[in-house]
């Protein structure tokens, strides 16, 4: 039976010394005040995009600030066109990369985090510094050699050049190892000596107890690979549209029908939606995360 922590347990719910000054309800306001605004700034393009993507082009091009924020006329045909185009095949192709990165991630980054955390080896901090000095080297740099790589290895033009690259990154490996180091060991300790292998303790014990930091990294992997555009612009073939993903898709199509805003906000706004819900669901997991990362034992 898989042991857990109680993420909402590792911290104090209740207030923390006695009733606030003057002072301290001031600085209290103006973070509220900062963070409204940073929210705004955030919002507002957003805001900006769902309202031009329901416009008609001749409104589009007269931007005013009657109509900046909502239409005249609200229409969903830039929809309806941007939906006769090869976005469902876009979407599904930046889906199925992103489902991809996620799951590999999730996988080798927790195994490979839980071995520097918790095994001894020879070379084991030396291992680690090298992967962590990868972090340090531009994603600009190694495009090339990925590239020239892929090509030999007879994986341009194919799913394989937008995932398998991307299967492992040095920081979820980071990510995981510092998290299970902040993990009791006492529930390591407890299973073996109830007669559990490394396997059934990996398993049963630090998995469940590592949903927080997975969810974090599964975060990190989805928006990563959503936002990914010069891989998927180089890794596949210029006239292969069926490999193309929203990102790429939306370059192209922009090239191809020059400046139609609504249509080109209403792909906009359908590529922002999902990583917007897919934070919503796992913010709870990314938070916990947050909160339990600087609590050691």
Known sequence: MATTLDPGKTASSGPVGGPRTGSERLVALLALAVLIFVALLMFVPFAFSVATSLKTSPEAARLSLSNMFWPREATTAAYERALDSNIQRWFLNSVVVALAWIAGRAIMDTMAGYAFARMQFPGRKFLFLLV??????PGIVTVIPKFMLLRDLGLFDTYGALTIPFLADAFGIFL???????????????????????????????????????????????????????????????????????????????????????????????????????????????IASNVSSGIKG
Not at 225 to 249: K, Q, R, Y
């Open 132 to 137: 962590l000095g990868t972090m340090m080297v």
């Open 176 to 286: 995981m190892k510092q998290f299970f180091e902040a993990l009791p060991l006492d529930l390591e300790e407890a299973a073996r000596v109830d007669g559990a292998n490394r396997y059934q303790i990996f398993r049963q014990i630090v998995l469940p107890n590592a949903i927080p930091a997975l969810s974090a990294l599964a975060i990190f992997s989805f928006q990563g690979s959503w936002n990914s555009f010069l891989e998927p612009l180089l890794f596949v073939a210029g006239g292969n549209s069926d490999l193309n993903t929203l990102p790429v898709g939306l370059a192209n199509f922009r090239a191809e029908f020059n400046t139609n805003w609504p249509v080109l906000m209403a792909i906009a706004v359908i590529t922002t939606v999902p990583m917007a819900l897919f934070f919503m669901v796992f913010q709870r997991y990314f």
